[in-house]
Every structure is written in structure tokens, then in C-alpha cells.
């Protein structure tokens, strides 16, 4: 394929938290960057245009302002938008599949996804089987395209401070490990793809920066603060969304095949373990990390 390109990487989702720090770790970079917004005029929109960002105006359901904003880029890194209802889990894929679409017709040479870790099998999970099925669009594209799948985002996990203990509570028994990774990390990761710097064996790359179990991760709270710290499972069925009680099921299965944690670290050497991204992010009792 032999489009010209601008060298500029295009950015779905940049006001957020993954494409936020896609975009950090691009500038990082000093790689000229376009953002494909809703909404130019929100703060998040233009905070991105004063660090020098282009701001491309799209809407997912106007191919063409899709096809408009993705010609002659570099690259392409998108996620999909968070999903809590069935109805939500369509329109996730509506989405991606139009962005998906619209990069095949401009002929984008080289496609990031943020996808989910699992998601190269069915899990049942239907936030997860929705990116699956976009993968599997992808993979049907014709385009190049790497698959990043991100296990939890570290800054999900926070701790509450109750009479000067630190209370971590999570939906999974206290020997499930969680797979985790920090949002810095997910964008350093797809920095070094966008700008070939780096290629994912194979296509994909799983992203777990620690595993830790709930009652390590609240020791590496307390001992950072200073602080006792203790862990407490709750029931699965305290969560209200079926899709996070399937999600959290899912999570305690994945925990049976612990992951290579260098993995990740032949991307990003400096990739952060769970203490690490506490210290990274000025944490402090009873304060929820910083995103
Ligand atoms: N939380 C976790 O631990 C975790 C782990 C792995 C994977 N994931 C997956 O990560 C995804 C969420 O990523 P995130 O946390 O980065 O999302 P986020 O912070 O909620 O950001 C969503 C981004 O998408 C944009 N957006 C949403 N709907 C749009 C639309 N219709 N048109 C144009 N732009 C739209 C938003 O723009 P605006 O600023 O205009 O709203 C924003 O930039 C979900 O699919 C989730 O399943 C989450």
C-alpha cells in the first residue's frame, strides 16, 4: 500500500483515560498527533489543542467525517467507549466497527487497538465479546493491524481510609490474583507500536504490568502510607451491572494461568509494578489516585 502520509498518528478517544495517555506518550515522543473529537469546544478538546494537537471534528455515525479525519495519517489508535447495558455493548461495537471501516477506506497504514485481555477467546462476557468482535473485523479488514489488550487499569483499584485503616474491597476472593496494568503504560506500549518503534509478535500483546491478590495489593497501600491496610472480598452480587458480575467471574478464572510479566517490559522496560504506579501517582490515604 502506498498512501502519503502527513506522519501524523490519529487518536480516537484522546479526551479519555487510554487515549489520554496515548497521546501523552506520543508528545513524549515529539510525534505530531490528531484528535478525533466530538466536541472540540470541551475542556478536554481544547486542553488537547493548546498542547499543540489537532483537533479533527468527527461523529461515529458520519463515515465520512470518520474517513475525513483518518486520511493520510501514519497510524491509528482507538478504543471503544465503555459499555454497562446490552444496548451499550451494541452500540460499543457499532463504533468500532465504523472506525474500523473508516480506516480501511483511507487506507490508514498501520491500526492500534485497545482492546481487552482475553478477548482472543469467547468469554461471555459481553463488553469483552464486543471487542472480540471487532478484532475479528479488524483482522477481516485487510489492514495492518496490532491487537493491545489491557488487563484492569491500576488507578480502578481504590482504597478508602476507615478509622485510620486502609480498606481495600474488590468482588474476588482474597487468592484471586489480579492482573493489572497502569493507564501510563498502556500508552507507552502503543506509543512504541504507532511509532514502530516496537511490533507485537504475533499481532497482539497482553498488557499486565503486576498480579497481585486483593490482600497484597492493600499491604502495598498501607505500606506506602504508612498505614495498616486489609482486605475485604465482597459478593460478586453486590455489583448492579450483570456485565461487571460476568466481568468479575471472568476476572477470577483468568487468575488460574498466571501471566509473563516481562512480557509487557520488552515493550516498555520502565513498565510500572503495582507499588511502582502508587509512588508514580502521589497517592495518599484516603485520597483516590490521580488518573
Ligand atoms: N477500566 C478498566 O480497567 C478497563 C480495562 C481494560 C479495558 N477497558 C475498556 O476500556 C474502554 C474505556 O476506555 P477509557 O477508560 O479510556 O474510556 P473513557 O476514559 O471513558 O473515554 C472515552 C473516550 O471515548 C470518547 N467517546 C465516547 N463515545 C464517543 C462517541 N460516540 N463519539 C466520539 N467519541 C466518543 C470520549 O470522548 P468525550 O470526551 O467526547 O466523551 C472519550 O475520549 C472500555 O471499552 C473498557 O471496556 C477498561
Redesign the pocket.
Known sequence: MSTRTTGKIAV??????????VVDALLDKGAPVRA????PR?D??RALAARGIELAV???DDSGSLVGALTEVEAFSF?????NTLEEVE??IR?GTALVDAAAAARVPHVVF????GADQESGVP??D??RAIEQHLTESGLRVTMMR????M??MSPSLENGEIVLRLPLPEDVAVKM?S?RDIGRVAAALLLGAAEAPGGAVELVGDELTGPQMAAAFGAHAGLPARYEAVPVSMLPSELDRAMFRQFAKMAEHPSDLSVVRAFEPAALDFAGWIRSTGWSAGLHPEN
Not at 114 to 117: A, D, G, I, Q, W
Open positions: 480516537f478517544g484522546a479526551t479519555g483515560h487510554q487515549g489520554g495517555a478525533l473529537v466530538r466536541d470541551s478536554r478538546a468527527i461523529r461515529t478504543m471503544t467507549p465503555e459499555a452500540a460499543e463504533i485497545n482492546s481487552v485481555f463488553h469483552h464486543s471487542k489491557p488487563t484492569p487499569f488507578e480502578v496494568i493507564l
